[in-house]
């Protein structure tokens, strides 16, 4: 399965960018999708997740400023990122994983089987 992510760049604080994410997969709808960050000096960290069935879950850095969806006649994932902060400056990844994922396990690297090469997003404060 190739995942490859779209949409970063440099936007000022508090803009907006939109990500996506394509994959090859032809099972795609089944699979549990998400968004994952590695800041400079950091570790990856969970952004979003998002079920089969578009159940979403997100970190609280996330929560009230990102949505994360999916269009499975497409094969795709988004994730709308406002209200940007210097803070949200990192490399954006998408994570696959086919089947399901129970909640606590979304935020967990090792559960997904499949990640994208990343996307740059930075924000200028």
């Known amino acids: 399965v190739q995942l490859i992510e779209s949409g970063g760049g440099l936007v000022q604080a508090g803009g907006s960018l939109r990500l996506s994410c394509a994959a090859s997969a032809v099972t795609f709808s089944s699979y549990a999708m998400g968004w994952f960050r590695q800041a400079p000096g950091k570790e990856r960290e969970f952004v979003a997740g998002i079920s089969w069935n578009g159940r979403t879950y997100y970190a609280d850095s996330a929560k009230g400023r990102f949505t994360i969806s999916r269009d499975n006649a497409e094969n795709t994932m988004h994730l709308q990122m406002n209200s940007l902060e210097a803070e949200d400056t990192a490399v954006y990844y998408c994570?696959?994983?086919?089947?399901?994922?129970?909640?606590?396990?979304?935020?967990?690297?090792?559960?997904?089987?499949?990640w994208g090469q990343g996307t740059q997003v930075t924000v200028s404060s």
């Open positions: 994570a696959a994983k086919p089947g399901a994922l129970r909640y606590r396990d979304y935020v967990r690297q090792t559960e997904y089987e499949y």
